[in-house]
């Protein structure tokens, strides 16, 4: 007769305490991977915030198609960071995945620990790209308006502005969940004796 245990409980305060522990203790690697997207996104909000003064200022056109094709290679770019930076975070943390899994913790419970440490990092690249990239955007229009217009330019669309920043930190997220997630189930597959006897 088989006995049905209850599911280990894994609440969302104690995964994102662990995926807050793991990365302050590894806020090198962290720093690394949390660069790659503040990259990504803040080449895009300067593209983007550079755009709308320029078409408030009716100087010349807006981005250039080929402008979005450079975005778009910088946050495949970014992707492809973020992914290779969450295997490493992987090979890295096999012993503690094994010793996790001994203890009753579940492929979902390994899974969400990934995800949401990646959230963080997303939430926190997103937030400085977008400030570094909207900076950036109105910093390369001093030449062309004064500190006053930009001013006025800013207040009018500050709006738009808003929904900039919103969506940098929302593509952040987007970006470094899928990049994550294919590392994470890796993780949450890997036997636990073999866990515990893997060397780096």
């Known amino acids: ?5 209850p599911e280990p409980d894994f609440s969302l305060s104690e995964v ?4 807050y522990s793991n990365i302050k203790r590894r806020f090198f690697r962290s720093i690394i991977t949390a660069l790659g ?19 408030w200022l009716q100087t010349e056109s807006g981005v250039e198609a080929y402008q ?6 910088s946050l495949i770019v970014a ?3 973020i992914t290779n930076s969450m295997l490493m975070a992987v090979n890295e943390r096999v012993k503690e995945i094994g010793v ?3 203890i009753g913790g579940l492929d979902s419970h390994i899974v969400r620990l990934f995800i949401v440490e990646a959230l963080l990092l997303g939430i926190l690249g997103g937030f400085f790209g977008a400030i570094i990239g909207i900076g950036m955007g109105i910093g390369i229009n001093l030449n062309r308006a004064s500190l006053d217009e930009l001013t006025v330019i800013l207040e009018a669309n500050f709006s738009t502005l808003l929904i900039l920043f919103s969506a940098c930190i929302l593509i952040a ?18 036997s636990p004796a073999e866990a515990l006897r893997y060397e780096n």
């Open 1 to 5: 007769m088989s006995l049905d245990l």
């Open 16 to 19: 994102f305490y662990l995926s």
């Open 37 to 55: 997207i503040i990259l990504g996104i803040a080449f895009m909000a300067a593209l983007l915030t550079n755009s709308l003064i320029l078409d």
């Open 68 to 73: 979005y094709w450079l975005v778009g290679i």
């Open 79 to 81: 992707f492809g960071g």
């Open 100 to 102: 996790y899994k001994c």
């Open 173 to 190: 997220i987007i970006l470094t969940s899928l990049a994550t997630y294919i590392p994470a189930r890796r993780a949450s597959k890997l």
